[in-house]
Each structure stands twice: as C-alpha cells, then as structure tokens.
C-alpha cells in the first residue's frame, strides 16, 4: 500500500451481503476517491481464497446457514486472519460480527466457532428481536459523531475483557445484552449489528477505517451534505420511536 492507494476485499458477497450491506462498500470507495486515492476492490467469493494483501476487509450480514457457511470456509481458509496479524482493519456488520467473535449459535442450534478476531462470543436471544431505527453514542476514543444505524437481528453478543463497545445505545437493542452497549472493536477489528447501510449513514466510519489503513491523522474534507441529510432523517426517527 501507498500513501495513495487503497485494497478494499469484500468477503463473500454470495454469502453474506442479505441486507444492502455491500453498500458500505460502494461509501468507502466513493469516500477514497474523493481523496484522490486509487481503490483496487476485491470481490471474494466463498469458493476463493481470502488475500492476505487487502487493507481494508468488509463482512456483511446473513441469514443463520450462510452464516454457518462462511464461518465454516473462513476458518479453513485462514487468510482473514493472518491478513489481521499483518496489520489489516476489519469492519463486520451483523453475522459478519458474529463469526469474527469466539463463537455463536448456528442455524442446527449448536455452538459454532468463530475467528476469534474479537474477544465476544454471542448467543441466541430469547425474547423479541431486535428490530429498528438505533441511536447511539460511539465510543470517545474513535472521535467520530453519533451513531445511527438499523438493527435487525435475535442474537445477542457479550463482550470479553479484551473488546471495547463499539457504542452506546440511546435508542435500540444493541448488543441485545440490556447494558447498552453495541458492537466491539480492538485496534483493527470492528463489530456492529448496523445496517443502514451503516456506512451511508454514517460516513466517518468509512473516513476512519482509511485513515486507520493509511496511518494517518486527518483526512482532506469532501462534501457531505447529502449524508448530513440523511443522518438527520434517521436520527430524527430514532429520537422519535412509535
């Protein structure tokens, strides 16, 4: 990677892009080339091999048997995490977030391994489902605005010593934990279960991740009036539940 080039891989696209997710994709490239930098996107599919060379990895969400699937072949394959050993960042939406923790609960209801890329393991709720528009605070340490986001999901993640919430929860289920949390992130790795998709919603993230991969402190500004109007659409229904 160059100062002025960027690897973006997403993963499994036949998998797990169920809810628009691959949208964050399409935010993150529009958001490097209006910094001028020059974006070689990867589509890997679940019957590739994971490149060890991306600098930016990112995981959508899925339905319980492609879940169960893509856990099962980013194990074998490994190159997810040996990408992570060599520096690269990570953002995983929703069963992406799941599988990138220790383990969840599959479509069979058993135990299924993850990645172990983020010390959370989750389990299956058993009340409603998670369901709705999601207001939040993200974590200070990330220095970026509110978070909103729509969640969409029955399982519920705890987070281990090693994981820091992603956000807090103003509105919304989150982590469904009933602590307020939501998502997680180390250094390199984030997990979140918002869709929107999160990234439309919420262009910083996409600013953050680039600038994590190009080791920078800032970013030269771009226009966003459109996102701006969009965030304070769904901020405003949030603060607004029925």
């Not at 080039?5 to 691959?22: A, F």
Request: aromatic share 6%; charged share 25%; proline share 5%.
């Amino acid at each position: 990677m160059s100062q002025n080039s960027l690897r973006v891989v997403w993963v499994y696209p036949d998998l797990l892009s169920t809810y628009g997710d691959q949208g964050n994709v399409l935010v993150l490239e529009r958001r490097a080339h209006q910094r001028r930098l020059d974006v070689q996107r990867l589509d890997v599919r679940s019957d590739q091999q994971i490149p060890t060379s991306g600098d930016i990895y990112l995981i959508g969400g899925g339905e319980d048997r492609p879940q169960r699937l893509a856990a099962e072949r980013l194990r074998r394959d490994g190159g997810l995490n040996r990408a992570v050993a060599n520096g690269a960042i990570v953002f995983s939406v929703c069963a992406g977030y799941q599988i990138l923790g220790h383990e969840f609960i599959n479509d069979l209801g058993q135990r299924e391994q993850g990645l172990g890329l983020l010390d959370v393991i989750s389990t299956r709720g058993e009340g409603e489902r998670c369901v709705g528009d999601v207001l939040g605070d993200i974590d200070p340490q990330l220095g970026l605005p509110p978070l909103t986001g729509f969640e969409n999901h029955q399982g519920v993640t705890h987070l281990g010593p090693t994981a820091r919430p992603f956000a807090r929860v103003r509105f919304g289920k989150g982590n469904g934990t009933g602590d307020g949390t939501e998502g997680a992130f180390n250094e390199t790795v984030f997990g979140t279960y918002m869709h929107g998709p999160v990234m439309a919603r919420n262009p910083h993230i996409a600013d953050l991740l680039i600038k994590l991969a190009l080791d920078v402190n800032a970013l030269p500004p771009v226009d966003d009036r459109w996102y701006e109007a969009l965030r304070n659409e769904r901020i405003a229904a949030a603060s607004q539940p029925a």
